[in-house]
């Protein structure tokens, strides 16, 4: 009796696929990083430019330049809405990915139980063969010897 070759084939690829769930899930990490970095420096442009709106308040400025601080505050304001929303979908993204690795994780431990299970069946298949092979030796040589 030999080994089944299916279940090392099945638990090769059941890693596989945890690798791939892995490398999903570090990049949409990297996507939530990212976001919360454009996120930041957004909210660091617009924080900048309500100080330069109110120090223009403060001296001689047209109403088109008004206009012009305020047209830019509300692109930015809208920027940042949707870089919010980006960034929910990136979190729902990242548990996704973290669901899938854990699905993942669980094939690949039942496909390797598998295989540790297959093998330890051929090991004790193998050890009673031998067992009564000297067994049967044992009883062949007392008879010969009575």
């Known amino acids: 009796m ?3 070759a299916a279940w090392p084939v099945l638990a090769k ?3 596989e696929k945890c690798d791939e769930a892995q ?5 949409a990490k990297d996507r939530v990083a990212h976001l919360m ?3 930041e420096r957004m909210e660091i442009l617009y924080a900048d430019y309500v100080a330069r709106s109110k120090e223009a308040e403060r001296r001689l400025h047209s109403m088109s330049e008004t206009l012009n601080f305020r047209g830019f505050m ?3 304001q809208a920027l940042i809405g949707r870089v919010n929303i980006d960034l929910m979908e ?8 973290r669901l899938a690795l854990k699905r993942a994780e669980q ?8 295989v540790e299970q297959d093998l330890k069946t051929v090991r004790e298949y193998h050890r009673k063969r031998e067992q009564k092979e000297m067994d049967a030796a044992g ?4 008879n010969l010897k009575h």
């Open 90 to 97: 990136a979190n729902h993204a990242v548990e996704v990915a």
């Open 23 to 27: 490398a999903e899930l570090k990049a």
């Open 107 to 114: 094939k690949r431990i039942q496909m390797e139980t598998l």
């Open 37 to 39: 970095q454009s996120h």
């Open 139 to 142: 009883i062949t040589l007392y």
């Open 2 to 4: 030999k080994p089944r």
């Open 74 to 76: 509300q692109q930015l």
């Open 13 to 15: 690829k059941a890693q």
